[in-house]
């Protein structure tokens, strides 16, 4: 049997499951956003309105997420200006992921409530995931496991440099 390695998801299994991290002391989000830059918040930029930070539990390698600041869990209460700035920092991700690691593609979405599958429902936030030909295996589907082959703050240090300014 072959063994798949990702010892930075220890902390989510061991504790983040059982403890819902993040969630007994509020927003995870809305957390971040105290908290300095750094490659230990996973925090790529700072804009007026919204920021882009690293999926921490990531699809795929180079998962991000671009979170408003204003805490809201209701898409529709988002204003325009937020809207506005979410989609231009949409379209910077897309950008950095196919300029930084070669991307082919990116699904690019909102999961909005559980039904949708949003695992974070108090806070609305947009995913842009990158997508590479061949990038689908069957291990997700006969494993229910997937292979991500970067650690988080190897793909910090090649995402930094695309969000050279804070906005």
């Not at 105290?34 to 539990?57: F, Q, S």
Request: with cysteine; charged share 25%.
């Amino acid at each position: 049997m072959e063994r798949l390695w990702a010892p930075w998801r220890r902390e989510f299994v061991v504790k983040g499951a059982s403890s819902g991290e993040g969630r007994s002391g509020g927003c995870i989000f809305c957390a971040l956003l105290e908290a300095d830059d750094g490659p230990e918040n996973l925090i790529l930029h700072r804009g007026r309105r919204a920021y882009v930070v690293l999926n921490k539990y990531p699809y795929s390698s180079g998962h991000l997420m671009v979170v408003p600041l204003r805490h809201t869990a209701d898409f529709t209460d988002l204003r325009a200006e937020e809207v506005a700035e979410m989609l231009l920092l949409a379209q910077r991700c897309v950008a950095a992921l196919r300029e930084r690691m070669s991307a082919h593609g990116c699904n690019v979405g909102f999961n909005l409530g559980k039904a949708a599958g949003a695992g974070i429902e108090e806070h609305v936030h947009l995913h842009v995931v990158p997508r590479w030909e061949g990038d689908h295996n069957f291990m997700p589907v006969l494993g229910e496991v997937r292979v991500i082959p970067e650690g988080l703050h190897s793909t910090y240090e090649t995402l930094r440099p695309a969000f050279p300014f804070r906005g």
